[in-house]
T-cell receptor, first 116, second 115 residues
Framework: DTEVTQTPKHLVMGMTNKKSLKCEQH?????MYWYKQKAKKPPELMFV???????INESVPSRFSPECPNSSLLNLHLHALQPEDSALYLC???????????????FGQGTRLTVV | GDSVTQMEGPVTLSEEACLTI???????????LFWYVQYPGEGLQLLLK?????DKGSNKGFEATYRKETTSFHLEKGSVQVSDSAVYFC??????????????FGQGTILTVHP
């Protein structure tokens, strides 16, 4: 099973709302990621968790708050977003190699977020 | 830092034509190399990978060979189908420093295959 499951698939939220994106994997991977993808562009890394600890934050605004409750789950809490935050949010997971070099990484189907 | 350069798109082909999408990279050490495919409205799917020089990754009729001497990882398919229409991303994972735990993506190549 090489599946990364993301919910919801689509989300529309107002600028004053609070919502959460969820991601789950059962491959035993100890590294999990959040990426943001705008239309016709490659994914941009937001956060990396390694062994349930935040290891990389790519200077993401605080209105995005990641959480890793256990080794299989990853959440992204959203609050006071702006319309320009509308994008496809992708979760990914991989083995933790110890060298930082990934030998494979699997992505979920993404959550298409629209901020109104 | 690490970087990936893909051939400019979009690419439009007729069914059963040959496909080559060029990908070159800049990285220190020995990165892992990947091709991902993204169908309309979906996430990224790992198409194939290679983790050391001269490795050939293959899947669904697609192939790519890790060429360290030319720092390239070109994607090829001998006969494309309409169902291959998608966006293709070349990516690498480097070692250490600012590359740690990250995928560096090329800009993506849009492939459209006509019947």
């Amino acid at each position: 099973d090489t599946e990364v499951t993301q919910t919801p698939k689509h989300l529309v939220m107002g600028m004053t709302n609070k919502k959460s994106l969820k991601c789950e994997q059962h491959m035993g991977h100890r590294a999990m990621y959040w990426y943001k993808q705008k239309a016709k562009k490659p994914p941009e890394l937001m956060f990396v968790y390694s062994y349930e600890k935040l290891s990389i934050n790519e200077s993401v605004p605080s209105r995005f708050s990641p959480e890793c409750p256990n080794s299989s789950l990853l959440n992204l809490h959203l609050h006071a977003l702006q319309p320009e935050d509308s994008a496809l949010y992708l979760c990914a997971s991989s083995q933790e190699s110890g060298t930082g070099r990934l030998t494979e990484a699997f992505f979920g189907q993404g959550t298409r977020l629209t901020v109104v | 830092g690490d970087s990936v350069t893909q051939m400019e798109g979009p690419v439009t082909l007729s069914e059963e034509a040959c496909l080559t999408i060029n990908c070159t990279y800049t990285a220190t050490g020995y990165p892992s190399l990947f091709w991902y495919v993204q169908y309309p409205g979906e996430g990224l799917q790992l198409l194939l990978k290679a983790t050391k020089a001269d490795d050939k990754g293959s899947n669904k009729g697609f192939e790519a060979t890790y060429r360290k001497e030319t720092t390239s990882f070109h994607l090829e398919k001998g006969s494309v189908q309409v169902s291959d229409s998608a966006v293709y991303f070349c990516a690498l994972s480097g070692t250490g420093g600012t590359s740690y735990g990250k995928l560096t993506f090329g800009q993506g190549t849009i492939l459209t295959v006509h019947p």
